[in-house]
């Protein structure tokens, strides 16, 4: 294999099933620590497992892979503010050997100065889809906007009137969003515009990810969902 071969194959994507969720990057990340599980794993020294689909299978936690997958991006441990999960995030990294990633969790920093905090906002698009008509046809879509920043809340009821009557739920700390079989197209209309407006408040997207499952015999259901981030300052009492 000349160099031309062996850096294509470094960064041709591969795609990851981890506890269901989905991962898409590139091998070279996953062997950034060669000592690690996923280096020898991905270095043909473990015997592999492929879902369905052909994709790679790990029976570990999907939701807590993506802070494992970015840390191998950027070899930095970067953790919401509220985060709860560290125990069970530190059994994933002794799980996956990445030793530099045991050290960070070993030993925390804080993300950001005493008198700076994380703003987070969740945004989720499920959509159920029939299993047996071809083309496949679209049961429901909904999307919601989870946050305990209120006035981006306010700011999307006032500025997105023209969805309204797709608005089905809110709550203190999150507005839904459902479209039917008839409209569904509107959903990704109202996904952009949603997403260029949590942007042009400051929010950096932090991460992605997408998850399939079977709920009855005949639908699908697949989730899309971001993470938002920006830091503000903390307000004494």
């Known amino acids: 294999m000349d160099n031309?071969?062996?850096g294509h194959r470094m960064t041709t994507p591969v795609t990851l099933n981890v506890g269901g969720h989905l991962y898409t990057t590139s091998l070279s990340t996953l062997q950034r620590y060669p000592d690690s599980m996923l280096g020898a794993m991905f270095r043909g020294d473990f015997p592999t497992t492929r879902d369905s689909h052909g994709n790679y299978f790990i029976d570990r936690d999907g939701t807590l892979f993506r802070y494992i997958l970015n840390f191998l991006r950027t070899s930095e441990l970067t953790l919401p503010v509220d985060f709860t999960e560290t125990d069970l995030l530190r059994k994933e990294a002794d799980?996956?050997?990445i030793e530099p990633l045991i050290q960070c969790l070993s030993d925390p920093k804080p993300l950001y100065?005493?008198?700076i905090f994380e703003q987070v906002v969740e945004l989720s698009s499920t959509r159920k889809l029939s299993k047996y008509s071809n083309p496949v046809a679209v049961i429901i879509t909904q999307l919601t906007i989870t946050t305990k920043v209120h006035a981006l809340l306010e700011g999307i009821s006032n500025n997105f009137t023209?969805?309204?009557?797709?608005?089905?739920d809110t709550r203190d700390c999150q507005v839904s969003f459902t479209f039917g079989p008839c409209d569904y197209h509107q959903e990704v209309s109202l996904r952009v515009h949603l997403m260029d407006?949590?942007?042009k408040q400051g929010f950096t997207i932090r991460n992605t990810r997408v998850h399939h499952m079977s709920e009855r015999a005949n639908e699908n259901t697949v989730e899309h969902h971001w993470t938002f981030c920006r830091p503000a300052h903390k307000v004494e009492d």
């Open 162 to 168: 023209k969805w309204n009557k797709h608005m089905m």
């Open 197 to 199: 407006y949590i942007m």
């Open 4 to 6: 031309g071969d062996w």
């Open 113 to 115: 100065p005493p008198d």
């Open 95 to 97: 799980f996956y050997q």
